[in-house]
């Protein structure tokens, strides 16, 4: 294979990586655009390799790549006691690889439709989060300064929250306090003010959205 043509394959992997690693990082996701071009480039420099290698049959070191990035993809994955974070992420990176992969082997035109097809997934997911819909739950949790009766959070939930659901609830009466802890759904914008609308009450310590 030409010097020109592995130059080329490489700076289109990493350019389409970049850019891509550039929009998950700016949207505060677990990877940023670093991981996405050490793994696209990778996939990328093994597949050349795989190609000159073994140009009769490339498809086991090929195979290799894509089954041992999803390793990589796990570790992505943050759980905790609620739900399971990261799952888009650990998928974004086993598809880079792929793109790296397809890439590597001048399969342009697949590359390119693929890249499409996962930008216009990430226009649908922004559009979903942004309006509450699906998945895109978030956790909250209110720490009160004396006890309260359950369904004064609840009123304040029902007016901002398209749905929500009581996690747990901790009383401490030495100290004469409460904690909440909540999985809410709604819009974007009407979760964003819970927090001020809590803090308005006299007897809310803190509240916390994530």
């Known amino acids: 294979m030409e010097t020109e043509i592995i130059i080329i394959r490489f700076v289109i ?9 550039l929009e998950r990082q700016k949207s505060h996701k677990p990877i940023g655009f670093g ?60 598809f880079f690889a792929l793109l790296g992969l397809l890439v590597g082997i001048g399969y342009y035109r ?32 209110i720490g009160t300064s004396k006890i309260i009766n359950e369904k004064d959070v609840k009123g304040l939930l029902l007016t901002n929250t398209r749905k929500f659901k009581l996690m747990s609830v901790d009383i401490n009466k030495k100290d004469n306090q409460m904690k909440f802890v909540f999985l809410i759904e709604g819009m974007r914008d009407d979760i964003n003010r819970i927090p001020q609308k809590f803090y308005e009450k006299e007897w809310c310590a803190y509240c916390k959205v994530e």
């Open 13 to 21: 992997t990493f350019v389409l990586a970049l850019l891509f690693g």
């Open 35 to 94: 991981a996405f071009i050490f793994v696209s480039v990778g996939a990328c420099a093994l597949s050349i390799a795989a190609v000159t290698l073994t140009p009769d049959n490339p498809l086991p070191l090929l195979g290799a790549v894509i089954t041992g990035i999803g390793f990589l993809g796990a570790g992505a994955l943050i759980k905790t006691t609620d739900k399971i974070y990261g799952a888009t992420t650990a998928a974004a990176i086993w």
């Open 110 to 141: 697949e590359a390119g439709i693929a890249y499409a097809s996962i930008w216009a997934i990430v226009a649908f997911d922004r559009y979903f989060e942004r309006h509450g819909i699906g998945l895109y739950q978030k956790r909250l949790e």
